[in-house]
């Protein structure tokens, strides 16, 4: 077993919601319901590992952890804030696309509909790496606070949350590729919350400013990252 920490790296976490509750109604009223349910989170997860190995170079600097209902992908690449957002919105653009068309092909009932959020931060994390089989435990406060964070995305309805530090993070890898400065308009950034610091019990008492990304400015966003890759 070998064990990497990385002082900077950025996380996001995804929550596909109801689909446990979702697999267990199918499992009793509709085998071929069933197999177009599992055969839509495997092109997921295909996706998941597709953009996280092999769009951001050969050299290893992503590990990725399965959560049940989501993921939990850990990137700490040279720009790693830009990445993860990134290939959260890519996900989001493919999660967006085919929901629709599996909740009609489902019919499941009204109380068990499909969402899903996503919550970004930026901190420290540990990665053990087991040889063989390929496999990456991710530890530390990163995976903590960003699925404490998601959270977030239920109580305050908004898909996509990151915290202040992430923010900072992308606002300084941004300037690293020699992108011009963004303002938070730019990169469709709202500030939740007037009263400052929100504590999302993730152990940090001072809490985490916090800030989601418009729903209506999420494929601008994606076309303004995946051009200055």
């Not at 850990?74 to 290939?87: E, F, G, P, Q, S």
């Not at 970004?120 to 990456?136: C, E, I, N, R, W």
């Not at 300084?172 to 400052?196: F, P, T, Y």
């Amino acid at each position: 077993m070998e064990m990497k920490r990385h002082k900077d790296s950025s996380a996001f976490v995804f929550d596909l919601r109801n689909s446990t509750a979702i697999t267990r109604q199918l499992s009793s009223t509709s085998t071929d319901r069933l197999n177009s349910f599992l055969e839509f989170m495997q092109r997921l997860a295909s996706l998941v590992y597709e953009l996280s190995y092999e769009k951001i170079g050969k050299e290893p600097s992503s590990a990725i952890n399965h959560t049940g209902d989501g993921f939990l992908c850990v990137y700490w690449d040279k720009v790693h804030a830009i990445t993860a957002l990134r290939i959260a919105l890519e996900i989001r653009l493919f999660l967006n696309k085919e929901i629709p068309k599996l909740i009609q092909h489902l019919h499941t009932s009204d109380d068990l509909t499909i969402d899903f959020g996503i919550a970004l931060h930026t901190g420290s994390s540990s990665v053990y790496l087991f040889k063989p089989p390929l496999l990456k435990l991710i530890y530390g406060t990163l995976p903590n606070t960003v699925s404490r964070l998601e959270k977030q995305t239920k109580i305050r309805r908004r898909r996509i949350i990151l915290t202040g530090n992430f923010r900072k993070y992308l606002l300084r890898h941004l300037k690293k590729l020699d992108v011009q400065k963004l303002s938070d308009d730019q990169l469709g950034l709202k500030r939740l919350s007037s009263g400052g610091r929100v504590n999302i019990d993730d152990g940090k008492l001072s809490g985490h400013f916090l800030y989601c990304i418009l729903e209506t400015e999420a494929d601008r966003v994606h076309s303004v990252l995946t051009q200055n890759r």
